[in-house]
């Protein structure tokens, strides 16, 4: 067994570095979809028109 041997490939580590950058990219993506679509239903359940319409104030 030679040296030159256990050493890894720069071609072969740039691939699977790439593989693995590109997974976990992805999955922070759906993590943000998801995110965004909560907010969105929250700001959908959270609209009332008739909260603020009428406003009494006395001086």
Do not use: H
Request: aromatic share 4%; charged share 15%.
């Amino acid at each position: 067994m030679t040296i030159s041997s256990l050493t890894p490939n720069p071609v072969t580590m740039s691939g699977s570095n790439s593989v693995i950058g590109t997974a976990v990219l992805a999955k922070s993506l759906d993590n943000y979809a998801q995110s965004g679509e909560g907010i969105v239903k929250m700001m959908e359940q959270s609209v009332n028109p008739n909260v603020g319409k009428n406003f009494d104030m006395k001086v």
